[in-house]
């Protein structure tokens, strides 16, 4: 087994079958959505045609949601998952983002919470995509006045109970939407159904992963996670390598990988995001190109899928810096003009 292939092509990285950045989002579940400019990237680099106007359609369209979710952090999900994926992920979520809170010695008391999550809600029913200076106007006039500290964690708090989510996309700053009007209620799945499906879709998008990976990934208690892999049954199974026991679906993509491929990937991108252990693509002494010891991650440069540098997304030309001294700038050429293709289409 060829672990990195695997990856690369199950990932999308490596012959993408998709044409629409919102069908990308739907097969990978959710997707790491951290830099709000580099995150359209991430979804358009594994498409076959990227297109920067495509992602943002598909965005303003709602068929692509931006929110905190899973591990209370940002993530794209599609439209057709949002509701299932709110139900199953956010009490969680909810919890850790309390935690966090607490060690910032924040305290939200239920009546501020809801006061102040209708006047969020209000405000976005009103002028349809809103920006954080909105509604701190709103609030303003209402005489709610806080820092954007005690501000951010409102906003994230309604966008896990389902209230808010990403209105339209803008160049450079993040908007909200009231999610009732950009997500058309869908049919509620239970949630051993609910954890099936996203069982699925994180073994088949990011396989081989081992059971800690989908824990960390998820944000579920170990206890889920075995369920879910569990609820699989013959449609997953353990293949041994190097000690670990990583599992794959039976319709794992294996064909298709090419030699020789330089690409370069997003921060927060799901190629290592998606994984607790990283070593099989990012050798330890190159830790330090991917992300720091805060968890700041930056742009990467991988080679037939293992990370080797590191590229600038908005310096043109491209500057690039190798881990060693095997590879040269001119190689990475294919890759930049796909990139400004995207950027430009």
Not at 113 to 137: H, N, P, W, Y
Not at 189 to 206: G, I, N, P, Q, V
Not at 294 to 319: L, V
């Amino acid at each position: 087994m060829n672990p990195i292939a695997i990856r690369l092509l199950n990932q999308q990285l490596i012959a993408p079958q998709f044409s629409d950045p919102a069908e990308v989002v739907r097969y990978m579940g959710a997707m790491q959505a951290q830099e709000y400019r580099m995150m359209r990237w991430a979804v358009a680099m594994r498409t076959r045609k990227p297109s920067h106007k495509a992602f943002k359609k598909a965005f303003d369209d709602g068929r692509i949601i931006r929110l905190h979710l899973m591990r209370g952090t940002w993530q794209l999900v599609s439209a057709e998952d949002y509701w299932p994926m709110i139900d199953l992920f956010a009490p969680k979520s909810i919890a850790v983002t309390k935690g966090w809170m607490s060690s910032n010695r924040i305290t939200i008391p239920d009546e501020e919470l809801m006061r102040v999550r209708d006047i969020l809600a209000q405000t976005a029913a009103d002028k349809g995509s809103v920006t954080k200076e909105d509604f701190v106007l709103s609030l303003q006039e209402k005489g709610n006045v806080m820092d954007d500290h005690r501000l951010s964690y409102h906003i994230r708090m309604a966008e896990m109970s389902g209230t808010l989510c990403s209105g339209n996309l803008l160049p450079m700053k993040a908007t909200y939407a009231l999610s009732s009007n950009k997500v058309k209620p869908k049919v509620k799945m239970d949630r051993d159904e609910a954890l099936m499906c996203y069982t699925r879709k994180y073994f088949k998008s990011r396989q081989p992963a081992t059971l800690e990976d989908f824990v960390w990934w998820s944000g579920l208690n170990i206890s889920d996670c075995r369920r879910g892999i569990a609820l699989l049954g013959d449609t997953i199974h353990v293949e041994k390598w190097r000690g670990r026991d990583l599992y794959l679906t039976e319709d794992c993509r294996t064909r298709g990988f090419r030699k020789g491929r330089f690409l370069l990937i997003p921060p927060y991108d799901e190629y290592l995001i998606s994984y607790k252990s990283r070593d099989i693509v990012l050798p330890p002494e190159h830790r330090h190109l991917a992300h720091n010891n805060s968890g700041i991650f930056q742009p990467i440069i991988a080679h037939d899928g293992i990370i080797c540098g590191n590229w600038t997304p908005f310096k043109n030309p491209c500057q690039v810096q190798f881990s060693h001294d095997a590879f040269h700038s001119e190689e990475t050429h294919e890759a930049w003009h796909a990139y400004l293709h995207y950027r430009e289409t």
